[in-house]
């Protein structure tokens, strides 16, 4: 007898258990499939942790001519290409910088500002229901910039934050000093008031999902490839058997495409790699907020496992091998500006930022499957918008006015 539900959740990474407890709340018997068999282990673990309120802007290829050329030369830390690839990866890096272009890159952040600003009130709600406030920080984070030039442009673009109510303070280098002790070689910073850190991310999606069991959810192991239609509905098969259920939602991420390729999707789902590493605080060093080295294409963040690094994107095959590269490229100079001791991790770790090259995410219904809806490519805020993105999903799929317009993130507008 197979596992009947009403819903499969294929994939339990913040924007899978997002969509799992939106549709919970609304009634739904959800079943959450993971190949893992737990929540939150893969990218939305190894991610900065940042809930990006502030991010009313999208992180669009850039157009300036010294940066392009300093990313080909593989001398942008920020941004590294693997030339090997180029061949199966140019398509997409070419739509993604036509997408690009400032009037489009425009249109797109103003479908995607309903979510993020939304997407703490989102969060807040699910972690006080979870218990988990506690690893919210709701302190900012900070871009810090090394030298008077970088910290003016820098100014600039976070004045055009005010325009939509959010909040900054510009700091000179004692003013930096006094919030960030341990750091050298700043000249200033801006910090970023709105957003708030989680010191824990992937704790924090198995809190999330803790709250969905406590609920009555159901998580399985499973291999999402099983999906098959069936007369009325959907089935995966499972390390508890065959579970069955009238609709199913694609939240994979980076391996989303697995399950709509087969299905004769062709969404140009690509993804931009990225790495971290832990350290331990060297000596009394101290770091109290997540802070960007702009120039320095890198960020550090306080984690309850250590100080954090995380690195820019990486343009390679999501599946091939990692490279040392980016990492060794950021971390000497990482090494001089922030209290890194030991290295904590074996291994750096790999993630996978499932991108469209609109960078919006695809939220809604699959256009030739009834019963199948899509929720995946949330790029580099996908910490961010699970919640969000689960609740305009879930919206969707049980018939609620949504809160946004869904338009633009169509599976059919490719
Ligand atoms: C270095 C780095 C830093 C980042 N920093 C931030 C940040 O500060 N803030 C932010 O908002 N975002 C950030 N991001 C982006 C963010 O991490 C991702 O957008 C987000 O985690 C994507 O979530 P997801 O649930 O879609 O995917 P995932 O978290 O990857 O979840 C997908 C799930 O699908 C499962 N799965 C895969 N294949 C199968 C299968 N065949 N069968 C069953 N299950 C399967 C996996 O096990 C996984 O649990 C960062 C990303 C990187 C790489």
Known sequence: MAIRADVIVLGAGMVGVGAALALQARGRDVALID???????????????????????????????PTILRTIFGTNPAARIDWAALPQTLPWIARYFLESAPAKAAAHARAALPLIERCLDEHMKLADAAGATGLIRPSGWIKAFRTEKTLAEGAIEAR????????????????????????????????????????????LVAAYAGLFARNGGRLFAGDARSLQQIPHGWSVATDAGLVEAGQAVVALGPWSDDVFRPLGYAIPLGVKRGYHMHYRPAGNGVLNHPVLDVDGGYLVAPMAQGLRLT???????????????????????????????????????????????????????????????FDFGHQHHGFTLGPITGRLLAEMMTGEEPFADPAPFSAERF
């Open 35 to 65: 190949r893992r068999g737990a929540a939150g282990r893969e990218t939305s673990y190894g991610n900065a942790g940042l809930i990006e309120r502030a991010s009313v802007e999208l992180y669009t290829f850039p157009r300036d001519i």
């Open 311 to 373: 690195t820019g994107a990486e343009f390679a095959l999501r599946d091939a091998p990692p490279s040392p590269a980016m990492l060794e490229a950021v971390e000497p100079l990482a090494r001089k500006t922030f209290p890194l001791g030991e290295r904590l991790d074996a291994e750096p770790w790999l993630g996978r930022r499932p991108c469209l090259p609109d960078l919006l995410p695809v939220i809604g219904p699959a256009p030739r499957h009834p019963g199948l809806w």
């Open 160 to 203: 055009r934050i005010r325009d939509y109510g959010l909040t900054f303070d510009a700091l000179d280098a004692p003013a930096l000093a006094k919030i960030e002790p341990s750091l050298e070689g700043f000249a200033g910073a801006i910090m970023l008031r709105d957003p708030a850190a989680c010191v824990d991310p992937g704790g």
